[in-house]
């Protein structure tokens, strides 16, 4: 079934008390048990509301199976403790989200996981492994550089090793890359971002075939990030207009790269669909759209990030990604502000580096605001 009907289709379950179309809610947390072949209950990952929305990703992802969380970093972080013991050791990409490089620079060392931050090169993941590596664990595009990660390269190599391979594909969408077709184990999404897709919930997806997951879900049940039914709801009635949203967000991320590409007072353009970045190739191979991401750095001696923000008026200096509305920050100052100096220097995260969620307005709105905000004056 083509995406654009899976996202409005799939999973659905109608209500059958009114002929309503779409999903009831089923807020309960207590079912009676006697006569039902499953006990459900929110924390089992099992109700109506769930499910619904786990077919339709299930469906959009190609996955056998899938869990919801109550955050992006719930997800990643019963992911890595599904498959990582004290004594293991995992390889991860370096240029990942924030958050997930604090997880495992703060907490890994307290479970005795060992880990070693690789590039997003083949040869580097392969470099890396050890004995008792368990995990290897990617991203892509990657969050802020937009830097592209060979994902089948990255899956064969755990297959050849029998390492389980996850990756976080937030920043693609479903619609734009699907990671279980190219061989990975595990497929990881912020639900905040695209899938929710209006900047008002906060939830998490794992998905991947029903071993996997049966795993990941005796994890889940016991660190307990389940997510409710309200949300769950509306999450799945976001999910409906994916594709349309991520279909206007991808041609309005071009248009936006293309200006930039020719502004003087930009260094640097980071989006993988412009043919001079790095990962335009692979990109080409594995994405079906490049994604509405993108990074750019300001010749600060021209415009500096702080005075380019404060004089924009329609796009609004924000956290988080992925909405209807055009957000963009400064990632030493948000996203990576964890980090040390020199971590942020050794990943090329430069203080004028900006991150642009290009969101779904007319694209010559969105240029017009920028052409102004960095006009000198
Ligand atoms: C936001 C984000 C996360 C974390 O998700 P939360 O919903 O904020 O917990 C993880 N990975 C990427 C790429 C993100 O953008």
């Known amino acids: 079934m083509p995406k654009h009907t899976q996202c409005v289709h799939s999973g659905a379950r109608k209500d059958k008390a009114t002929r309503g179309l779409n999903t009831p809610i089923y807020p309960s947390s207590a079912y009676e048990y006697l006569e039902a072949p499953e006990n459900i209950y929110p924390r089992y990952f099992n109700t109506p509301n769930e499910r619904a929305v786990v077919e339709k990703l299930c469906a959009l992802e190609a996955a056998e ?23 293991d050791h995992a390889v991860i990409q370096r240029d990942i989200y ?15 996981i060992d880990y070693t931050f690789v590039s997003n090169r083949p040869e580097a993941i392969t470099a890396a492994l050890r004995k008792n590596t368990r995990l ?17 390269a990255a ?19 479903p619609i734009n890359q699907n990671p279980l077709a190219l ?3 595990i497929v990881m999404h912020s639900a905040t971002k695209y899938l929710g897709g209006h900047s008002d919930l906060c939830c998490g997806a794992v998905l991947g075939s029903t071993a996997r997951i049966h795993q990941v879900r005796k994890a889940a049940v016991n660190l307990g990030g389940s997510l409710n039914a309200l949300t769950c709801y509306l999450l799945e ?25 020719r502004q003087p007072a930009v260094r640097q353009v980071n989006y993988p669909g412009l043919e001079t970045h790095p990962g335009h190739d692979i990109a080409r191979r594995q994405m079906k759209g490049f994604g509405g991401m993108l990074s750019f750095e300001l010749d600060e001696g021209k415009c500096t990030a702080d005075q380019f923000l ?3 008026k329609l796009i609004t200096p924000a956290l988080s990604l992925g909405g209807v509305e055009t957000i963009i920050c400064a990632s ?22 900006l991150r642009l969620s290009v969101g779904i307005e007319d694209p010559e709105d969105l240029i017009a605001d920028i052409t102004q905000a960095l006009s000198p004056r």
């Not at 924030?98 to 005795?112: E, N, P």
């Not at 899956?155 to 693609?172: K, L, Q, S």
């Not at 409906?240 to 279909?247: G, I």
């Not at 030493?332 to 580096?353: F, N, Y």
């Open 65 to 87: 199976d899938g869990l919801l969380f109550s955050s992006g970093m719930a997800a990643i972080s019963t992911v890595m403790l599904a498959f990582l013991s004290s004594g």
């Open 98 to 112: 924030g958050g997930t490089h604090h997880l495992i620079t703060a907490d890994f060392d307290r479970f005795r």
């Open 136 to 152: 290897i664990y990617i991203e892509s595009p990657s969050n802020p550089l937009l830097m592209i990660t060979d994902i089948a």
């Open 155 to 173: 899956a064969a190599i755990g297959r050849d090793h029998h390492i389980v391979t996850a990756i976080d594909n937030t920043f693609a969408s």
């Open 183 to 185: 061989g990975i184990d």
């Open 237 to 261: 009635r976001s999910i409906k207009t994916l594709a349309v949203r991520v279909q206007r967000h991808n041609a309005n991320a071009r248009q936006v790269a293309d200006f930039l590409v």
């Open 310 to 312: 404060r004089r924009l």
């Open 332 to 353: 030493a100052k948000t996203s990576h502000v964890k980090l040390t100096p020199a971590e942020r220097q050794e990943l090329g995260i430069s203080d004028g580096l």
